[in-house]
């Protein structure tokens, strides 16, 4: 159960930025001028990414925006460091 979890906190949010970008590429060429930064965004930083997209504004983000998109930074950083932290024990053990 645990791995199907993570698989779906994994592959969730970026199944859901590129059908967001398939269905909706206007918006997503009006927030970022080329095709590499949400690239990466959606590989390394998926939540943090469909944040920004979703509160993007022509006249700039909100501070409800900024929230939002600092929340989905601490989501992003919180996935990768609860994989590292869950997998500290099995590292150790490699290296005795």
Known sequence: M??????????????????????DTTR?????????????GVIFLPWTTLAYVLMWDPNGISLLGLILVALGFVVDVGSYAGGAYTNRDRMASIYR
């Open 28 to 40: 997503w060429n009006l927030v970022f001028n080329n095709a590499l930064i949400p690239l990466l």
């Open 2 to 23: 645990c791995c199907a979890a993570a698989a779906l906190l994994m592959l969730g949010p970026r199944a859901a930025a590129i059908l967001w970008w398939l269905f």
